[in-house]
């Protein structure tokens, strides 16, 4: 079963992004303004204010609009201008109250908008890193990008950047190099990242390499084995393997999903807003037939039970058409750590 599934409403957890924006600000960027270290983490969770969509979208609709506008560049140079004004804003007003803290560096509004600029930019690197996808250039291209580097919650990443920020603050009360870890940290999270990037790719092409040349069929949208390294949770260094011929039916791992001809089920449902919506954002969507005989959509990035019904649509009225099995494929064992 698809462990991405197990927590996929977001896509990193903003735990990650404010911890990058601190261990950002422990590395010496929260002393060029006053108020810098609250412009690096607001900032690196800025972009996901997209979540207020939840107020007036339905069901899966929040699919289409989610990890779009306001991860784009328009939105990277818009948001931090309006968080370092309303900063801004607040330093004078505590100062015209007399609240302001006596130990606050002057503010600076170059500085201040630099620093939640980098905030923001730090957002869409990270939610480009696992399997759910990002529009990075809207509003001037709707396609969307993949990382497929680390699960969705990555416990060892949190461990270290926990760590270095707790190093550095200890240091710096201690009147210590209180850069040094936090600079430490970035850079060991940077190297994290590019082994789980690299450990995807081999993954990718070691399994595409071993994978059948079957014949196109006429239900087939292409004649291409689509192949996704899903990185898993706890085990940095393992992937599921997820995989198609293009028919609509995908291999996860030793299962397989899939019962009903998928392309058929998508031009039945267009116009649903629902069904358009998903379908606008999945990856990998394939079908499976309802107790009445209708389709439900899914998509096979996202199939735990604990939150298929968040990425699937029920589509009354759409029969469904029996998809041919796939043969049965043996993968090779995944390669050693």
Known sequence: MNANGALACKAMDNLTHSLVGAVLGQAGLKRTTGLAMPALIIGANLPDVDAACFFWLEGTEHLAFRRGITHGPPALVLLPLILAGLLWGWDRWQTKRGT?????????FGWLYAMA?????????????????IRLLEPFSSQWFYGDTLFIIDVWLWALLMACIWWSRRQEKAGGEWMRPARVGIAVGLAYVGLNWGISQVERERVAETLPHLECSD???????????????????????????????WSIGSDSVGTCNVWRAMESARGNPQADAFLFWSRAPF???????????????????????????PSPGVECIPLHQLPDIDLPEPAAP
Do not use: K
Request: proline share 8%; glycine share 8%; net charge neutral.
């Open 100 to 108: 302001r803290p006596e130990g606050r560096l002057p503010v600076r």
């Open 287 to 313: 079908a499976t037939r309802a107790a009445d005989g209708s389709v439900i959509l899914r998509d096979a990035r996202f199939t735990d039970p604990r939150v298929g019904d968040r990425f699937s649509v």
């Open 219 to 249: 239900t087939a949208v292409s004649c291409d084995w689509t192949v996704i390294a899903s990185p898993v949770p706890l085990v940095p260094w393992q992937r599921e393997m997820i995989m198609t011929f293009g028919d609509g039916q």
């Open 117 to 133: 600029f980098i905030g923001c930019l730090s957002h869409p690197f990270f939610d480009w890193l696992n399997v759910y996808g």
